[in-house]
């Protein structure tokens, strides 16, 4: 295991920072990385050359020599230059948080989007540090203004990264139509879908696997859940059919993080469509995390970000087994429930079901006797209150989608 330093500036306050040093620890620690020690410093903004103060910046090469570190990781998006000088000044590789959230996900992706995402947003953020790379060559650039083997080489990786962006992009590119097609037959067909949103590790798919179990049709695989930060990455929806028959869907998405860094948003625009096009989100809360609320804007902040917006949210308040006293008033609409033990998420169900009947329309139908095949569409889809067998045909009451609405316009009385 590789060991490393944490560095932070503390520019607002102390305890923001200790517990965003505490989150880069918990990156760091996804990435197989010994944390041995951290270090913040208080100023009002970075330095132009290291970053830190230059007294800081000694006291640091100290630090990593008599530890031995391995690396150094920043709690920032550092600059191109701020790596080069790092590097230089303290002779260790030096990294910085933006870099730890991508070796995550690239060594989560599994499917061949989240691949290509993951890769994308990799070269993009490589591009205008390749110079860091090759610094000891340009150091070798000779005195004519010609330019020396060191900047033909950066002008290549350049134009190789370039090139790299471009082919992924266009990849890219026909993986998100097909996912649009897919995403207009649902639209098409009226179905009421449902997607799951909020910070990484709140139980977002733990919660959709306790939804399954509401399903009479027990035909969905469950989704991967485990206790680690973007254990999920890859979108997957699952269908689920209520005892009344009502049906939605239930798209699990990659979770979210502070400072996600915009490339990899950009990178995930397209997965993350998904919850653009949903009839409902529900925003996940890890409410046993002390600073669960600060994850609340975090979320709120990327959900703006990639435009969300007049689409119905509830909150959804997770793992309250671990803290059934909190008080949580000011977010609505809003169930308290566990992904855990379960509890609370037939509320939420009820709660989802009064949504999907509240866009379905409540009518008596007669369905002529030879018309058999409907009523059994209607029995298999619809929620059924009465039927009567009269000398005109089948008297139904019964609560339509909208699709099916029009489809038997000619029945309904
Ligand atoms: N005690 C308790 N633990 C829970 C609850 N819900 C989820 N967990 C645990 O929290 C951890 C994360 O759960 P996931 O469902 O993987 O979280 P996620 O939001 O999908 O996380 P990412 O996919 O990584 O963004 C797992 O270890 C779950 O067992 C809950 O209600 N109570
Ligand atoms: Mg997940």
Do not use: W
């Not at 179905?191 to 306790?210: C, E």
């Not at 939605?248 to 979770?255: A, E, P, Y």
């Not at 379905?360 to 002529?368: C, D, F, G, L, Q």
């Not at 609560?399 to 316009?409: G, I, T």
């Amino acid at each position: 295991m590789e060991k490393a330093i944490l560095v932070g500036l503390s520019i607002t306050n102390i305890v923001d920072s200790q517990k965003s040093m505490a989150e880069l620890a918990s990156l760091a620690e996804a990435c197989q990385v010994e944390v041995i020690d951290q270090m913040i410093q208080r100023a009002d903004s970075p330095t132009a050359n290291y970053y830190i103060g230059p007294g800081k910046v000694e006291e640091l090469k100290q630090l990593c020599a008599t530890l031995e570190a391995d690396l150094v990781i920043f709690d920032d998006e550092l600059s191109p230059s701020h790596i080069r000088n790092l590097e230089k000044k303290l002779d260790i590789k030096v990294i910085d948080r933006t870099i730890l959230i991508l070796d995550i996900f690239a060594s989560r992706a599994k499917t061949k989007e989240a691949m290509l995402q993951v890769l994308l947003a990799q070269s993009q953020y490589m591009l205008p540090r390749v110079v860091g790379l090759h610094s000891s060559f340009s150091r070798q650039k000779s005195g004519t203004g010609s330019k020396g083997p060191g900047e033909q080489q950066i002008e290549l990786d350049r134009r190789i990264l370039r090139d790299n962006i471009s082919r992924l992009k266009d990849e890219l590119k026909e993986l998100v139509a097909i996912r649009r097609t897919q995403r207009q037959k649902r639209l098409k067909d009226g179905v009421f879908t449902v997607a799951l949103a909020g910070y990484t590790n709140a139980g977002k798919s733990s919660l959709l696997n306790q939804l399954l179990s509401f399903s009479v049709l027990k035909a969905d695989k469950l989704v991967f859940e485990k206790n680690m930060l973007f254990a999920t990455l890859e979108t997957s929806t699952r269908s689920i059919t209520l005892l009344n028959n009502h049906q939605f869907l239930v798209t699990d998405t990659v979770g979210f993080i502070s400072r996600l860094p915009h490339h990899l948003v950009e990178a995930f625009k397209s997965t993350l469509e998904e919850i653009k096009e949903a009839s409902l989100i529900l925003h996940v809360v890890d409410t046993s995390n002390p600073d669960y609320e600060k994850q609340i804007q975090v979320v709120e902040e990327v959900l703006r970000s990639i435009d969300v917006v007049d689409i119905p949210i509830m909150y959804v308040f997770n793992k309250i087994d671990l803290c059934p006293e909190k008080n949580i008033e000011n977010h609505h609409p809003h169930v308290k429930v566990s992904a855990f033990t379960g509890e609370g998420v037939d509320q939420l169900v009820l709660k989802i079901d009064e949504m999907i009947s509240s866009t379905y329309r409540r009518v008596k139908m007669i369905i002529p006797f030879q018309k058999g095949s409907i009523y059994n569409t209607l029995k298999e889809k619809c929620e059924i209150y009465s039927t009567e067998y009269l000398e005109d045909g089948t008297h139904v009451e019964v609560l339509l989608p909208e699709e099916l609405y029009q489809r038997f316009l000619p029945y309904i009385k």
